[in-house]
T-cell receptor
Framework: EAGVAQSPRYKIIEKRQSVAFWCNPI?????LYWYQQILGQGPKLLIQ????????DSQLPKDRFSAERLKGVDSTLKIQPAKLEDSAVYLC??????????FGPGTRLTVL | QQPVQSPQAVILREGEDAVINCSSS?????VHWYRQKHGEAPVFLMI?????EQKGHDKISASFNEKKQQSSLYLTASQLSYSGTYFC???????????FGTGTKLQVIP
């Protein structure tokens, strides 16, 4: 079974630039999560989708972050414009809607 | 509210045991445990549902005390491969929203 795919794996941008991350969950998984993990900290949930609907986006900085999951499959997370404090690993995870979350390899973002 | 883990870090020799604790200020529906190795994504270990159950596989087990809003992860006869950062994730409501803890860095040395 293929795992959660993410791209790119690494991205370096300057502050005020825009960036987008892509995630393809495990086939059949209805729930998709985007997390931000700052170095030395636990993953912080940014947004959770159930199929193509948003379940929770309470911690998403909506003035600069946006996410969509068209057709209920893959998803994109965008930051526009980026700030220095956005430097982190962005993790995508998916689940069948019950328990286990399967994480992708993550995208390491560096904002200069 | 982010769950609090203790200890923050621990160093073990191979074969020693360790306990990692996770405490929440809110009533818990479930507790998830993950291990993350440096530069890698978190990997699921186990989930415990409310009801005070205990789970385990191989030499890693966990307990969940619903009344105390706590969970503990037990690693026995530790191996080098156990090294990594352990996160608990707590679910306080529905929709499988998990809030991850502060993390416990575990290093097993020969």
């Amino acid at each position: 079974e293929a795992g959660v795919a993410q791209s790119p794996r690494y991205k370096i941008i300057e502050k005020r630039q825009s960036v987008a991350f892509w995630c393809n969950p495990i086939s059949g998984h209805a729930t998709l999560y985007w997390y931000q993990q700052i170095l030395g900290q636990g993953p912080k949930l940014l947004i959770q989708f159930q199929n193509n609907g948003v379940v929770d986006d309470s911690q998403l900085p909506k003035d600069r972050f946006s996410a969509e999951r068209l057709k209920g499959v893959d998803s994109t997370l965008k930051i526009q414009p980026a700030k220095l404090e956005d430097s982190a690993v962005y993790l995508c995870a998916s689940s069948l809607g019950t328990d286990t979350q399967y994480f992708g390899p993550g995208t390491r973002l560096t904002v200069l | 509210q982010q769950p609090v883990q203790s200890p923050q870090a621990v160093i073990l020799r191979e074969g020693e045991d360790a306990v990692i604790n996770c405490s929440s200020s809110k009533a818990l529906y479930s507790v998830h445990w993950y291990r993350q190795k440096h530069g890698e994504a978190p990997v699921f270990l186990m989930i415990l549902l409310k009801g005070g159950e205990q789970k385990g596989h191989d030499k890693i087990s966990a307990s969940f005390n619903e009344k105390k809003q706590q969970s503990s992860l037990y690693l026995t006869a530790s191996q080098l491969s156990y090294s990594g950062t352990y996160f608990c994730g707590t679910e306080t409501g529905g929709y499988q929203k998990v809030t991850f803890g502060t993390g416990t860095k575990l290093q097993v040395i020969p």
